[in-house]
């Protein structure tokens, strides 16, 4: 979670250096080599069949576009209110379309879905900015990248019935990098300019929260089950408003934090059902 939480901030960091496409090449490229390592550790094997691609191709896309919103909203915008926004509206949003997708839905996931409007509402400030300042260029990604999380999640849910979870994101990341690979405009001038600032930020962002942060979770998942490792993700909010406040020295608003606690709700509510069933 802090992994998750901490390269936000990281992201922002880093785009300075290289253009928002090549960081996700880079991204995914250093991303899947390091869980490749990771799987061999574990003794898990990798293969492929035809088939997968079709569960592939699709998450693979949304994984390129969703983490060139990531580095757009993190340069363009706030990464602490960014990843606030973002990861706590992407269960709510993820349930609007699950509810679109199965047509079915109940009184706790409608009053969620409302809380966690207002809570979103709460975090981009429109009270005070308006509306048509979540549509402008430095607040339009964290949107983006919500409704993109949330894609993922559901492309990933349906996949991993079909595919190995391990060797399903280690193929995504795989695949990813091959399809950002033609948008790459490296040149040796960037690499030349590297600083010690670099690898600690990349670090961050391609090793510790992809292959390392991404892997934990889903083995803990299989451990104490989805409802207990759930839990945690309510951290990473939080995770990132520090992180950023260190790094960036972004100020905390008071908005952002009560509408981050208001998602939390949001999804505590949405879950009460399930758990009395």
């Excluded at 569960?55 to 602490?80: I, R």
């Excluded at 990349?202 to 390392?212: E, G, R």
């Excluded at 608003?253 to 879950?271: H, R, S, Y």
Aim: hydrophobic share 50%; net charge positive.
């Amino acid at each position: 979670m802090v992994s998750w939480g901490v390269a936000w901030a990281n992201a922002q960091l880093l785009g300075k250096y290289f253009d928002f496409y090549d960081l996700v090449f880079l991204r995914f490229l250093f991303g899947s080599l390091a869980l490749l390592l990771i799987l061999f550790l574990l003794g898990e094997k990798i293969s492929f069949k035809i088939e997968y691609t079709r569960y592939l191709l699709p998450t693979s896309v949304l994984f390129f576009l969703y983490n060139v919103s990531f580095f757009l909203g993190t340069y363009h915008g706030e990464a602490g209110k960014g990843a606030v926004f973002a990861t706590t509206t992407n269960p709510i949003i993820t349930l609007i379309l699950m509810s679109i997708i199965t047509r079915k839905t109940n009184r706790y996931e409608v009053t969620g879905i409302a809380l966690g409007i207002i809570g979103g509402a709460l975090i981009m400030d429109i009270y005070n900015s308006g509306i048509s300042d979540m549509f402008s260029r430095r607040n339009i990604f964290f949107p983006i990248c919500s409704i993109l999380w949330a894609s993922i999640t559901i492309f990933i849910s349906y996949s991993q019935k079909k595919v190995p979870p391990f060797q399903f994101i280690f193929l995504c990341y795989f695949f990813t990098a091959i399809l950002s690979f033609p948008f790459t405009s490296i040149t040796y001038n960037e690499l030349s300019n590297l600083d010690f600032y670099f690898y600690p930020n990349f670090f961050m962002v391609a090793i510790a929260s992809m292959a390392v942060g991404t892997s934990i979770y889903m083995y803990a998942s299989n451990i104490i089950g989805p409802v207990k490792s759930s839990v945690f993700i309510f951290s990473v909010p939080f995770i990132a408003l520090i992180s950023a406040k260190i790094l960036l020295y972004e100020k905390i608003e008071l908005t952002t934090v009560l509408g981050g606690f208001m998602c939390i709700l949001a999804i505590i509510i949405v879950n009460i059902k399930r758990d009395l069933n």
